[in-house]
T-cell receptor
């Protein structure tokens, strides 16, 4: 069964707007990771947030983690057409295996 | 630094045929992963190697799938015989540390 579930499944916004994607997970974690996948390509690691962190920034990306609610959010500010991709959260299970959610498909219209 | 290389990029076969995928990880990365990604879903780990040893193959359908990493570098994933439900993108990833995996472009398999 999948550990992480993203919400929404699809999101369409205009360039310049902010995009927020959410991820919920089931069991306790050491860290949570976000990946991006452009159409027809492999996944690219975006950011990792550890269980003792609440917020992390990387450029236009802001990730929050709420371990009490078992949820995380990824915010992309001032979106660009090049941000169009699928975004996945992933959490390692007890054996260290990464479990991915189903992803959020983001479309940024110019 | 060269990324993870995979070939072929696309493959179309008929059911019951065999197919093999190849992966060359980033130099120095001891851990190599094969994932299966069905359309509309996230990747699912099939097998994980640490050097040339298998760490986790619990999700690998061993009746038809096999993988090897003989010299602890390149790896091949084979499906024999293929079924319609094997249509997916097969992703290879490698890592130096467990926290960050680097993915190849994937092989898109279509089984007719």
């Amino acid at each position: 069964s999948q550990q992480g579930e993203e919400d929404p499944q699809a999101l369409s916004i205009q360039e310049g707007e902010n995009a927020t994607m959410n991820c919920s997970y089931k069991t306790s974690i050491n860290n949570l990771q976000w990946y991006r996948q452009n159409s027809g390509r492999g996944l690219v690691h975006l950011i990792l947030i550890r269980s003792n962190e609440r917020e992390k920034h990387s450029g236009r990306l802001r990730v929050t983690l709420d371990t009490s609610k078992k949820s995380s959010s990824l915010l992309i500010t001032a979106s660009r057409a090049a941000d169009t991709a699928s975004y996945f959260c992933a959490t390692p299970n007890q054996g260290g295996k990464l479990i991915f959610g189903q992803g959020t498909e983001l479309s940024v219209k110019p | 630094e060269a990324g993870v290389a995979q070939s072929p990029r696309y493959k179309i076969i008929e059911k019951r045929q065999s197919v093999a995928f190849w992966c060359n990880p980033i130099s120095g990365h001891a851990t190599l992963y094969w994932y299966q990604q069905i359309l509309g879903q996230g990747p699912k780990l099939l097998i994980q190697f640490q050097n040339n040893g298998v760490v986790d193959d619990s999700q690998l359908p061993k009746d038809r799938f096999s993988a090897e990493r003989l010299k602890g570098v390149d790896s091949t994933l084979k499906i024999q015989p293929a079924k319609l439900e094997d249509s997916a993108v097969y992703l290879c990833a490698s890592s130096l540390r467990p926290d960050t995996q680097y993915f190849g472009p994937g092989t898109r398999l279509t089984v007719l």
